[in-house]
């Protein structure tokens, strides 16, 4: 006989909490109550002097947690693009272009988990928790073709607790003649049922745990008719579904949509309606600035998915042009394009291509004033603070989560990790952990530079 569930009451958190509130600002909440309502929104947020964290200090109110000395909590990570079936093979065959690591490994990937039931359920279950693992709170997915096997996708996302979009992916055209929808109507009426069965399989479950919801995916301009884009645009139109797809993402697959086309993908996708505010597209490697601004004024997020790009895009993401256009970006891992699923990695790739970038404008202006001509003095790096508004409230926004998503605010869900600082006396670990495994730590008062230490993963302590 399974357990009656626990009954559920308000919760109360009392430590150390870090967010960021907006690009580049880190706040630290220094021994801060954070309680939280029964549907897991923060009720209310305040400092040890005030009356009512005074009141829980004294045991008139029950502290569920006691964020340990040494730790804190920061809000969970979001990932805005994952393909969820190419977990299998994560980094691999990335010697490849895009269109002939497609051909040659992503199709095939996924038409394998298509056609074995257990192989999905297994490989599903196991990104669902290292996504936790990783401090992944909320994530963004692309799928397969066959329906099942993304309602695998879905439950378990549900079973883990994750918030997470689901994408049935549609394709009415592909290299691969085993692994393609047979025509654009068919195709349509695949995603529409498909969100239909997601969103009943969601409304079953407690009204607190329907964090999952289906999203439309033409998986790209190449793989998509003009019919079947244009019919997921009127699909989301007349339902209010999120949208996601790849967008200007390579230098083959642009050559081929011009070529194909005689436009760019921008165009496509705009002209299908399928640009709006509920909208996530990945890459936007080869947008120039008005087309970024563009991109602002029709309110569609975009994924930034740096490593991938390295790989596959020969064209670094103008990240920072972008955040100046206010355009709303957050991180994706790109799963299979990159090695792991860790976020981390992600804040820490975007950093170092935002480097590159700027490096190249510092020598493209010297040698342009030999020549008398200035290229510009716009920085264009991010740091780490950026990179983390980035993967959490930047994420949030991008997704259109809940109002403060991100942040530790009134009225936010209490979406939140905890972090283990530095063990100086046995030099072990930093990282996520689970948040009520809690072990001992060192005592001291959070700053912000011991939150840096962290994000650079920096084992001794050097002061
Ligand atoms: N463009 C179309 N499909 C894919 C994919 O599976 N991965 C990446 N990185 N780009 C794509
Ligand atoms: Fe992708």
């Not at 979001?78 to 299998?88: G, K, R, S």
């Not at 969100?195 to 407690?206: F, G, H, Q, S, T």
């Not at 510009?376 to 930047?394: C, F, H, M, P, R």
């Not at 030099?427 to 011991?450: C, H, N, R, S, W």
Request: aromatic share 8%; proline share 4%; glycine share 8%.
């Amino acid at each position: 006989m399974s357990k009656p569930p626990k009954p559920r009451r308000p919760s109360a958190f009392f430590g150390d909490f870090v967010h960021c509130t907006s690009l580049g600002e880190v706040e630290i909440l220094h021994d801060h109550l954070v309680v939280v309502n029964i549907d897991g929104f923060i009720e209310s947020v305040e400092p040890s002097s005030s009356e009512k964290c005074q009141r829980y200090l004294k045991g008139e109110g029950d502290i569920e947690c006691m964020i340990p000395q040494g730790c804190f909590t920061i809000p969970t990570f979001c990932d805005l693009h994952l393909h969820a079936p190419q977990f299998l093979y994560q980094g691999t065959g990335l010697h490849l272009s895009l269109m002939e690591w497609l051909n040659e490994y992503a199709f095939k990937a996924e038409e394998r988990i298509d056609g074995d039931e257990i192989l999905s359920k297994k490989v599903y279950k196991r990104l669902a928790r290292r996504l936790i693992e990783n401090g992944t709170g909320a994530v963004v997915l692309f799928g397969t073709i066959r329906e099942e096997t993304n309602l695998i996708l879905a439950e378990a996302m549900l079973e883990a607790g994750l918030r997470a979009y689901v994408g049935k992916l549609s394709m009415d055209k592909s290299s691969r003649e085993t692994y393609i929808e047979s025509s654009a109507k068919q195709a349509l009426s695949s995603a529409s049922s498909f969100a239909d069965r997601c969103e009943e399989l969601v409304r079953k479950k407690p009204q607190h745990k329907r964090l999952v919801k289906p999203i439309l995916t033409p998986r790209f301009v190449p793989t998509c008719s003009d019919e079947l884009l244009k019919g997921l645009g009127r699909l989301s139109d007349s339902r209010g579904l999120w949208i996601q797809s790849h967008m200007a993402e390579a230098h083959d697959q642009v050559k081929w949509v011009r070529e194909e086309r005689g436009v760019e993908d921008i165009e496509v996708f705009e002209r299908s309606g399928l640009l709006t505010p509920r909208t996530i597209q990945a890459h936007c490697t080869f947008l120039d600035p008005p087309s970024l601004s563009h991109v602002a004024e029709l309110g569609t997020s975009i994924a930034h998915c740096p490593l991938s790009n390295a790989y596959f895009s020969a064209e670094p993401f103008r990240l920072r042009e972008s955040l100046d256009q206010k355009v709303k970006v957050g991180l994706g891992t790109d799963i299979a394009g990159g090695y792991n699923l860790d976020i981390m990695s992600s804040m820490r790739q975007a950093v170092a291509i935002s480097r590159m970038r700027e490096g190249s404008r510092v020598m493209a202006n010297e040698k342009g004033k030999e020549k008398g001509k200035d290229s510009g003095n716009q920085v264009l790096s991010i740091d780490w603070k950026e990179a983390l508004y980035l993967a959490t409230t930047g994420g949030a926004r991008a997704m259109g989560l809940p109002t403060g998503t991100g942040t530790i605010e009134v009225g936010a869900p209490f979406d939140v990790q905890m972090i283990q600082l530095i063990d100086e006396v046995s030099g072990e670990g930093v990282g996520q952990m689970d948040f009520f495994d809690i072990p001992y730590y060192q005592a001291g008062k959070l700053t912000l530079k011991e939150v840096e230490k962290w994000w650079k993963a920096l084992i001794h302590s050097d002061d």
